[in-house]
């Protein structure tokens, strides 16, 4: 992976973490376009450049991330992401597997859009518009629906954010909760694949921390990569937030039904495996 396609990937998963149209999906139909190899420390990439988008979040709501005096708030993120650390854990080389399948990607799109269209009009009457009053339990359920989105295409930010809604969050507090939810859980999954997982080279099996300081391009690519990743979602996020209290859902879902139509094209075409 050179430099200039780093920051291309790094620039797609900062604009697309946060929408509800499938970071993962993008990230992994950019590689097979770009022609990256699918080698170890493009798989780690792919989700270690979340830290940058991890920090943006924190930058962003700072003040709610440091107030220490509402611990309530840090209890309901970790009821939330519980779900998603065990069926992670468990479903890790199954996950991997879909993370390689393009056709996956573009159904999983498709599939998307179609429930974005109509999902404003779902979850009526929301009665949930302040962070304190989330229950435990809204947590944990919200934590719940994020696991759909162990399915690349799917996206963690709509399924976490539908999730919200279901639970009757406004769309902004539903959206600003599965900004929050995305700190514990993509910095555990970041963990995982840098220091728990384990990697086959010819030189033994190695940690993905080592691949990734293995040589001087994967540790620029790496520093690079998250370094944009945070700047382009900070943007994103902004942008999203805005968007989403005055328009709802439908534009993203016509781009997913649109992408996915596209790929799945692509595919059957042979343009991408």
């Known amino acids: ?43 780690i990439f792919e989700i270690a450049i979340q830290l940058g988008a991890i920090l943006s979040v924190v930058v962003l709501y700072w003040r709610k991330f440091f107030d ?30 879909l993370l390689e399948s393009p056709t996956t990607v573009a159904i999983t799109l498709l599939l998307g859009g ?11 009457n929301p009665t ?5 009053d989330i229950t435990y339990k809204n947590a944990f359920i919200t934590g719940l629906w994020q696991c759909i989105a162990m399915i ?3 996206s963690r930010s709509a399924a976490s954010i ?9 769309r902004t507090l539903a959206a600003e909760f599965s900004f929050f939810l995305a700190v514990p859980t993509m910095f555990a999954a970041t963990a995982y694949k840098l220091f728990l997982k384990k990697y086959s080279t010819p030189q033994g099996e190695v940690k993905g921390v080592d691949i990734v300081f ?35 859902f439908k534009l993203f879902g016509i781009y997913r039904i649109i992408a996915g139509a596209i790929l799945l094209i692509l595919v059957y075409a042979g343009y991408l495996k």
């Open 214 to 248: 293995s040589n001087a391009a994967n540790t620029q690519a790496f520093i690079i990569g998250n370094v944009v990743a945070f700047i382009v979602a900070i943007l994103a996020i902004k942008f999203f937030i805005g968007y989403l209290q005055k328009h709802g």
């Open 128 to 132: 949930i518009a302040h962070d304190k």
């Open 1 to 43: 992976m050179s430099i200039v396609q780093a920051i291309i990937i790094a620039i797609i998963e900062g604009l697309t973490e946060f929408l509800p149209v499938s970071s993962t999906g993008h990230m992994i139909i950019a590689s097979s376009l770009m022609g990256i190899s699918d080698s170890d420390f493009t798989k």
């Open 152 to 154: 690349p295409g799917v």
């Open 114 to 124: 179609i429930v974005l269209l109509y999902v404003d009009r779902f979850f009526k």
């Open 68 to 97: 220490f005096s509402k611990w309530q708030f840090y209890v309901k993120l970790i009821i939330a992401v519980i779900p998603a650390l065990v069926l992670g854990k468990l479903l890790s080389d199954k996950i991997d597997e």
């Open 162 to 170: 539908i999730g919200g809604m279901q639970q009757k969050l406004t």
